[in-house]
Structure formats: structure tokens, C-alpha cells
């Protein structure tokens, strides 16, 4: 069963959808086989939405958007699937038909480490102004002042466009990122933690950014993150991956009360809460490594609620309009986990 991301009524309409990912893989070949980064996701997300992805380290979100941008290294083993946007099946492109007319016209990414990916001896203007010159052939001149417009938006001097990056503090090269990303107004940006390594107050002002983005523009946002607090605050959907799978999506509301998959529940337990004080509850045991998963449910070793039918792997259970989760626990007749 395909998980729908991102709506929030029962009047699910395909015309609202931006990005239809059907059974998505990603496998990387290592010398002890094959990593399964990606395994089998199936997600949509909705025009004007934002969708957070969520889960421990090593679980293949971060290799979820390089997929979907097809930014990928050489060591791939298996890269297949089918990623429509507005409807067109870009794993049928070419690689130059889609560097060309998809990846930054139509998808562009912020990456993790904003400082790495900014090229140190070159000025902060023109790598904004680079993906107008190189994706929709604007001239030079055209370009630096579209860039120096998109620095306004995003709360840049605008004398920092002829700043290098070591010049910049960490949230200025953050926005700079930022308006890389945004400068040729595209439908989808990927953002692979936006706030990592930064201070509270600059996350908290990236993220008023992107939630004006959003509403001003109508972007539509896949944000990969840790942080759950910080991610709360633009989220309208979440999915909950484990293990290289998509176990949960639910509408964002909902699901930061009550989560419904065993592991999203004691993910969120994890949590330190603002003005609570309940103390937070570890996961015990370690995520299966992704060179050799389990078979039938992949958190079966740690989940509290195990039972004989987790060794066979669950399907998708639609537990409404809103909310899907990939547990047996979910099944019509099965007592449901209580934390």
C-alpha cells in the first residue's frame, strides 16, 4: 500500500500532489555487500506542505533526499523506483535531461554542514547566482541581482555578496545555503538538517525563515532533522523512518500527541518535553546494521510489544485518512501497544 504524506483532509486529490515516490531503493556495494540505505519507500508529498523525516542516525534519511536529487555516489549497487513529479516519472530521464531540467529547476537541496558545501575561495553572491547561470542560462549580471534580492528575503547584508564563506557566521552561511537552494524558485526543497550545529537562537530563526518561505511562496518542504522540538514548528506532516524503511506518517498534530508506531512512541519518550518533568527514556539496544536487516519487522529485537507475528514483515495499515503505520500491531483484531 503507497503512504501518502502530507494531506490533511479526507479529500485526497493526486492534482495536489508535488512528489509520488513508488518503492524506492538505494543499496550501497561495500566489500562486506550490499548496504540497504533505502529500501522499498513509498511516500507523496502534498504542494505547500512540509513533511519531516525523523529517526536515529545511520537510518537512511540523509540517503533519501541524495535519491530523490540523484546525487549519489559510485559504489551503488541498486538504484530503482519511481519518483514522479507533477505527475512525470523522472527515474525515466537521463542523467543529463534531469541535471538539466529537474535537479535545482525543479528539486534543490540545503545539505548538512553549510560551510562544506560552500566553496571557500569563491564569493558568497556568485555560488548563488551560479545555479541561475548554469540550470536556466540567465546572464551573470541578471543573476547577481536576482541573488542579491533572494539575500533580502532570507536576512542577508546584502554587502555579504561579496563576502567569502569563512567570513560569515554559522547561521549567515545557513541562509546562504538557503538562498542557494531557493533562487530558482523551486517546487520541492530538501533540507538535510538545516539547524544542526547551530545555536538555539539561529534555529529558531531559520526556522521563522523556511515557515515564511512557505507561506510567501508556496514551497513545498522535505525536511530530514534529529530535531524533533525544532522540527515541530513547520512540520504539517511526519514520517518516522527505521532501519531504511518508512514505518510511520501521520498528519504532525496527531502525531506529537500520541504516535503510533512502537518505536516512534519511545522515539518521542526520548525527548526532553518543555515544562515537563518527565524524564526522558532511552531506546535500549542498537538499530539492525543495513548489510544484513532482519527479516519481518526490522525494530522486532527492541520492540517492548513483540509478538510471534513480527517475524513475518508487516504492511502498511491506513488506521484513518491521516495516518498510516507499518505494524502488526495495527492489524484489525490486534491489541494495540499502550507505552
Partial sequence: MKVEMGFDDAQYDM?????????????YRTRNGAVQAVDGVNFTLRKNHATVVIGES??????????????????????????????????LLSDE?????IRWNRVSMVPQAALNSLNP????????????????KMGKRSALGKALRMFERVGVPSDFLTRYP???????????AIAMALITDPDIVLLDEPTSALDVLTQANIMNLLKEVKRDVGTSYLLITHDIATSSEIADSVAVMYAGQIVEVSDARRF???????YADMLMASVPKLGRHEVPIPILGQPPSLLNPPTGCRFRDR???????????PPIFQVDEERQVKCWLHEEGVAHYVS
Fill in 166 to 176: 569563512f567570513e560569515l557566521s554559522g547561521g549567515m552561511r545557513q541562509r546562504v
Fill in 121 to 136: 575561495v569563491v564569493r558568497v553572491g556568485e555560488q548563488v547566482a551560479e545555479p541561475l547561470v548554469i540550470h536556466q
Fill in 15 to 27: 492534482q495536489e500532489m508535488i512528489l509520488d515516490v513508488d518503492d524506492l531503493k538505494l543499496h
Fill in 303 to 313: 520492540c517492548p510489544a513483540r509478538f510471534s507475528k513480527c517475524d513475518e514483515e
Fill in 256 to 262: 506529537f500527541e500520541k504516535p503510533l508506531h512502537p
Fill in 58 to 91: 545511520g537510518c537512511g534519511k540523509s540517503s533519501l533526499a541524495k535519491a530523490i536529487l540523484r546525487l549519489l555516489p559510485r559504489n551503488i549497487e541498486t538504484f530503482s523506483g519511481k519518483v514522479y513529479i507533477d505527475g512525470e516519472d523522472v527515474m
Fill in 97 to 101: 535531461q534531469f541535471r538539466r531540467n
